[in-house]
């Protein structure tokens, strides 16, 4: 296993890859706080990195969040690139909602 690699950035906001090598299946992950209207660009450099079988977004927003509106267009997106979505949820907390998207290289 690879320790996660902090990378930190102004304002208390970061990003951080984990990555766990295996040969029968490898993993990593990729989590950040930074805010966004929009996470489209930054899943996109994510995929062209380690261009991954399946891939799952999970996001965690309240109301006044700037990711608020980054679960609509999750529920919207079914296809990123060469992946196609095979899942989403959403859910709904007392402070916060919470989206999940799941994604495999089609056409498996």
Not at 4 to 29: A, D
Not at 74 to 101: P, T
Request: proline share 7%.
């Amino acid at each position: 296993m690879v320790a996660p690699l902090p990378i930190f950035t102004l304002k208390g906001c970061y990003m951080t890859i984990h990555i766990t090598p295996e040969p029968e299946f490898s993993y990593v992950s990729f989590e950040t706080n930074i805010p966004s209207s929009s996470y489209r660009e930054i899943i996109s450099k994510v995929l062209d990195t380690f261009n991954p079988g399946k891939f799952t977004v999970t996001i965690f927003a309240n109301q006044v969040s700037p990711t608020k509106d980054t679960s609509k267009e999750l529920l919207l997106l079914n296809q990123f690139g060469k992946w196609q979505r095979r899942d989403v949820q959403q859910c709904s907390f007392k402070n916060y909602d919470l989206i999940y998207a799941f994604y495999c290289k089609f056409p498996s």
